[in-house]
C-alpha cells in the first residue's frame, strides 16, 4: 500500500480550527459529512466504513447522507455555504479510480467547512481486494487530524469465541478487523483456549491451550497458520504475555500448589524464574520498554497489583484501594495500566498511573473483566457479562464516557488488540 500527499489545496501552517478533544468523551461528536466517494464500484463501500469507523468513535457525528450531494469532484473546491447550511463543520471528499495492472487508488481531502480551507490531501494505492483496509487508513488519517491522536481503525481482534452450553463450552480463537468485519477462526475447538496475546508486530499470538492431558503455550503466526509449542510444564502454565521486542514471552506456572511467574526467551527456550513467593502470582504484563513487569497477587491477602523490574527485582505494590485487582495490562504509550477490579458484587475496569496514582474507574457491572488497549491507548476493548448471559466485547475510552458494545454478535471474552497493520 503507497501513500502520497495531494497537491492544489495546500492546507494551513496553523493547527485546524477544528479539535476534536479525546479526553472529554463524546458530549458533542463533531458533524462531518462524507458523502459517497466518485468512481469506482467500491468508491460507496469505502466512504460507508470510514463512515462507521469514525461515527464508531463516539467523537463524529457523520451526517445523513441523504441530505446532500454524491460523487463530488475530489479536485474542486467545495462550496462551503451549502455544506454549513446543513451544519457540517468538516467534510471529506474522495474518488476511487481503477489503474492499470489491477491497481486501485483512492484520493481523499478533508475539508473545514467553517475556515474553508483544505486540511489534509492524500492518496493511497492498493490492490482492489485491500479496499477495506484503504478505508481504515483513511479513517485513521482523518482521527489523527481532528483529534491529534493515531487512529486505530486498521487494526485486528483476537477472542476467544464461545458457544455451547455451560457445561460443554467449545471455546476456540477467532480473529476479526476492529469493526467486526472479515471474522474467521484460528482454531478447531477441538481443545479450550484462553488468553490469546499479539505480538507487537501482529503476525503472531501466543496463547493456553487446554486439554484433558494438561495445559500448554502455543506461538501461533497469523499469517501461515503455522504453530509451535513452547514445551511440556511440570505444572498448570497459564496467562503468557509477549515482551514488546517480541523476543520472550512471560506466563504463570503453577506446581505443587504454588504459582510463580517465568519467563521464556523464545530463542533458546531457556526458561526463568522471577517470583519465589507462596502467593498466586499471575497476570504479568512487560512495560513498553520492557523493563519492568506489572502483575498481580494475593501475597498481601488479596488479589493485588504490584510492580517488579524485568530481572524480578524490586517487587512493590502499587494498588490501595478497596477490592480485588486483577488482570492488569499496561498502555502502549508506557503512561497509564489497565486493570479488572471487584468491589463487592460490582466489576469494574479501571485505569492508574504504573506508580498507582490517579486511580480512576471507567465501568461498573455485574461482570466487567480483561481489559485490553488500542494502539492508540485511548479506548480499551473488555468483555462484559450480564447475570444468565453469555460475554460479550465492550469499549470504553479512558474519559470513561463512551462505553459502546463492540461489533461482534456473539459470545466472545479474552480480547486482544493488535498494533497498527503495517
Known amino acids: 500500500m503507497f501513500l502520497t500527499v495531494l497537491a492544489g489545496f495546500a492546507p494551513r501552517s496553523a493547527r485546524a480550527d477544528i479539535v476534536v478533544n479525546v479526553d472529554q468523551g463524546a458530549t458533542q461528536p463533531l458533524p462531518i459529512a462524507i458523502p459517497k466517494f466518485a468512481g469506482s464500484a467500491v468508491a460507496d463501500e469505502i466512504s460507508r466504513v470510514v463512515a462507521s469507523d469514525l461515527g464508531g468513535s463516539g467523537l463524529f457525528k457523520p451526517l445523513n447522507p441523504a441530505t446532500f450531494q454524491d460523487g463530488l469532484d475530489v479536485n474542486a473546491q467545495p462550496k462551503f455555504d451549502s455544506w454549513k447550511a446543513i451544519s457540517a463543520q468538516a467534510l471529506l471528499t474522495g474518488q476511487v479510480i481503477d489503474e492499470s495492472e489491477g491497481r486501485l487508488r483512492v484520493d481523499f481531502r478533508l475539508w473545514d467547512v467553517y475556515a474553508g480551507e483544505q486540511l489534509l490531501g492524500l492518496q493511497f ?119 514488546h521486542d517480541g523476543r520472550r514471552v512471560v506466563f504463570s506456572l503453577e506446581k505443587s500448589g504454588n504459582t510463580d511467574i517465568f519467563v521464556m526467551d523464545l530463542g533458546s527456550h531457556g526458561m526463568r524464574r522471577l517470583t519465589t513467593d507462596p502467593a498466586i502470582d499471575t497476570s504479568p504484563s512487560f512495560s513498553p520498554d520492557d523493563s519492568q513487569i506489572v502483575f498481580n497477587s494475593d501475597r498481601g491477602g488479596s488479589p493485588q497489583l504490584y510492580m517488579m523490574n524485568a530481572d ?5 505494590r502499587i494498588s490501595f484501594g478497596s477490592g480485588k485487582y486483577t488482570t492488569p495490562v499496561w498502555s502502549p504509550d508506557g503512561k497509564l495500566i489497565a486493570f479488572t477490579k471487584q468491589d463487592g458484587s460490582e466489576f469494574h475496569i479501571g485505569i492508574m498511573k504504573a506508580d498507582g496514582s490517579d486511580e480512576r474507574l471507567l465501568t461498573t457491572s455485574y461482570l466487567d473483566e480483561g481489559p485490553t488497549w488500542a494502539p492508540n491507548s485511548r479506548l480499551i476493548m473488555f468483555f462484559r457479562q450480564a447475570p444468565g448471559g453469555g460475554p460479550r466485547l465492550w469499549t470504553v475510552d479512558i474519559s470513561g464516557r463512551m462505553t459502546r458494545e463492540a461489533p461482534y454478535p456473539l459470545s466472545a471474552s479474552d480480547p486482544a488488540w493488535s498494533a497498527p497493520l503495517n
Open 312 to 316: 524480578g527485582s524490586g517487587v512493590r
Open 125 to 243: 494505492t492498493s490492490t482492489p481486494e485491500n479496499w477495506r483496509r484503504v478505508a481504515h487508513k483513511i479513517s485513521d488519517a482523518v482521527y489523527e487530524k481532528l483529534t491529534g491522536a493515531k487512529g486505530y481503525f486498521d487494526t485486528r481482534i483476537v477472542f476467544v469465541a464461545e458457544s455451547g452450553p455451560k457445561t460443554k463450552r467449545i471455546r476456540r480463537l477467532e480473529i476479526m478487523d476492529q469493526d467486526g468485519a472479515n471474522p474467521s477462526y484460528l482454531t478447531d475447538g477441538s481443545y479450550q483456549v484462553f488468553t490469546p496475546r499479539f505480538s507487537r508486530n501482529s503476525q503472531e499470538i501466543t496463547y493456553m491451550a487446554l486439554r484433558p492431558t494438561g495445559s500448554s503455550i502455543y506461538l501461533l503466526n497469523i499469517e501461515t497458520t503455522r504453530q509451535e509449542s513452547l514445551g511440556q510444564f511440570p505444572g498448570m502454565v497459564f496467562a503468557p504475555r509477549f515482551s
